[in-house]
């Protein structure tokens, strides 16, 4: 008895040995060259991040995208640290010259930064996680931070947890992170970029009923009222100086068919924060201008990108409901 058990225990060692070591040591290599990958996808896109000055929907997924060459599933999670500069309220001096400030962070984490539910499921990470707005912006001191950890199982982790049960699955597990260096947003093409920190919207005030025909409010040109339009434009969160008159400077009513810009004749604000009422008196004498041989125009009123600045960011181009305007009431417009 005592001799068939050391045999068993022999052959027990005996397989340990030829088969189940080799096969670890080959899929321990394997975790090997995975973190190496890992660790390389890690570093490439947080100093991405550091250099840019932004992260945005692009560069995220071509982050997921080298990761998922591992095979491997991850749990990711992601911080910035916006820096904040405070008084310090241990100072008590009037003087502005004495005064003294604390460097804080503001830290944002995965809910912060990404949507909730992206509604799609990835083999990589839980669920593919996308943007809000797209893109999230730093200045030069913050901070960004990314940690990786597989959750799946490797080959060699099973291997070694089944002589050793207590051993852990994660074989990989990185943290690496970064100071921003630069604001390279600010000299991006900003209409490239969903802009999360200025949000502009124009509704015309005066708008008359679809047309069933085209779905756009008519107007006739002919008719002095119908050559007064005016719009609510609401620029919220922007940090910028002087709002009115660079929406005054930028703003236009824009026609399609000829190609044709009108200026605005006046601009007030409205009673909600933000809000400005532009208007638009159309020339009765400017018909060439408006139609050139045409019988009618599609009109949009419109912002263009980088018009007013935000702490973070320029405002993207924004544009109001088309309306048509034609030369007098004989005239019908198209099916659309």
Do not use: H
């Not at 995220?60 to 310090?88: C, H, M, P, W």
């Not at 996308?130 to 950890?149: C, E, H, I, M, S």
């Amino acid at each position: 008895m005592k001799d068939s058990f050391s045999i068993i225990v022999a052959v027990i060692l005996l397989v340990i040995l030829i088969i189940i070591l080799p096969l670890y040591n080959y899929f321990e290599r394997q975790d090997d060259m995975s973190y190496n990958v890992a660790l390389k996808t890690v570093t490439m896109f947080v100093d991405e991040v550091a250099e840019n000055g932004y992260l945005d929907q692009n560069m995220y997924d071509k982050f997921i995208e080298r990761l998922s060459s591992t095979g491997n599933s991850y749990d990711i999670e992601v911080e910035a640290q916006k820096r904040v500069i405070t008084v310090d309220p241990n100072n008590t001096s009037t003087d502005e010259d004495n005064k003294t400030f604390i460097e804080q962070y503001k830290s944002y984490y995965n809910k912060d930064i990404f949507n909730d539910d992206s509604g799609q499921t990835s083999t990589v990470i839980a669920k593919d996680n996308t943007l809000r707005n797209n893109a999230f912006f730093f200045d030069v001191g913050d901070k960004f931070y990314v940690k990786v950890k597989n959750t799946n199982t490797t080959m060699a982790a099973a291997l070694l947890s089944a002589i050793i049960s207590s051993t852990p699955k994660e074989k990989i597990n990185i943290s690496y992170g970064a100071t921003i260096k630069n604001n390279n947003w600010e000299n991006t093409l900003v209409s490239q970029l969903y802009q999360s920190d200025i949000l502009v919207t124009m509704k015309l005030e005066n708008a008359n009923e679809p047309e069933e025909n085209n779905g756009f409010p008519e107007y006739n040109f002919n008719n002095p009222q119908d050559r007064i339009l005016k719009f609510k434009v609401r620029v919220l969160n922007a940090d910028d100086t002087n709002i009115a008159s660079k929406v005054t400077d930028n703003i236009r009513l824009v026609g399609t068919n000829p190609n044709c810009y009108i200026s605005p004749s006046s601009i007030s604000e409205g009673s909600d924060e933000g809000e400005y009422i532009v208007e638009f008196v159309l020339d009765e004498n400017k018909t060439n201008n408006y139609f050139s041989d045409k019988q009618y125009n599609i009109f949009q009123c419109f912002l263009p990108a980088n018009s007013i600045q935000g702490k973070f960011s320029k405002n993207s181009s924004a544009s109001s409901e088309k309306i048509a305007i034609k030369i007098n009431e004989s005239v019908t417009i198209p099916e659309v």
